[in-house]
């Protein structure tokens, strides 16, 4: 998998997560998502996002690159 899918994939989970512990523990978590969301809106316009760093380290590959 690519960076973008990856970091699509841990955005989703992230925002998933947070909605439920949410709903089921405490509201406070929805400040998270809304954290999670301002990061995506941020990376619109910049292309970057931390998680990117993150998962170049772990080797992930941008969509461009060979395996």
């Known amino acids: 998998m690519t ?4 970091l699509r994939l841990i955005a ?3 925002v998933l997560l947070t909605v439920l512990l ?4 405490s509201p406070y978590w929805f400040l998270f998502t809304g954290f ?3 990061n995506l809106i ?3 316009f910049t292309n970057w996002c ?9 080797g992930a590959k941008n ?4 395996a």
């Open 36 to 38: 999670v969301a301002l």
């Open 42 to 44: 941020q990376s619109a």
């Open 63 to 66: 969509e461009g690159q060979r």
């Open 50 to 58: 931390p998680m990117m760093t993150f998962l170049r380290k772990l």
């Open 12 to 14: 989703g989970l992230f």
């Open 22 to 25: 949410g709903y089921f523990f």
């Open 3 to 6: 960076i973008e899918r990856y």
